[in-house]
């Protein structure tokens, strides 16, 4: 609704667009960055803490990769769900605004 007041105004698609984009880019990845901040602050402490024992049973390298291949995973999902959605946002607000005459 505020997209198509907003063109009715005078505002450019891809102005609107560049917007919506933006907007849902802080939608998805504040969130997400917090979240990972507090995960390194944890798994710090967890290491400071437990780190002789993980690095006895598993070693270091085993470690690493228990934390990497997962993080990596998570961004990765993340990164293929905020494409889906802008496609999915910029294909919607492109039908709405060639509706309006």
Do not use: W
């Not at 990164?79 to 492109?94: D, E, F, P, Q, S």
Request: charged fraction near 15%; glycine fraction near 6%; charge should be positive.
């Amino acid at each position: 609704m505020k997209h198509r007041t907003l063109y009715q105004i005078g505002v450019d698609r891809e102005d609107i667009v560049k917007m919506v984009s933006r907007q849902s880019l802080y939608y998805f990845f504040t969130p997400c960055v917090i979240a990972f901040m507090i995960a390194l602050v944890l798994i710090y402490f967890f290491v400071v803490r437990y780190g002789h024992k993980v690095f006895t049973y598993i070693g270091s390298t085993g470690f690493r990769f228990g934390v990497m291949i997962p993080g990596l995973l998570i961004v990765l999902i993340l990164v293929c769900y905020y494409g889906a959605t802008i496609y999915t946002i910029k294909r919607n607000l492109t039908r709405t605004l060639n509706n309006i005459k």
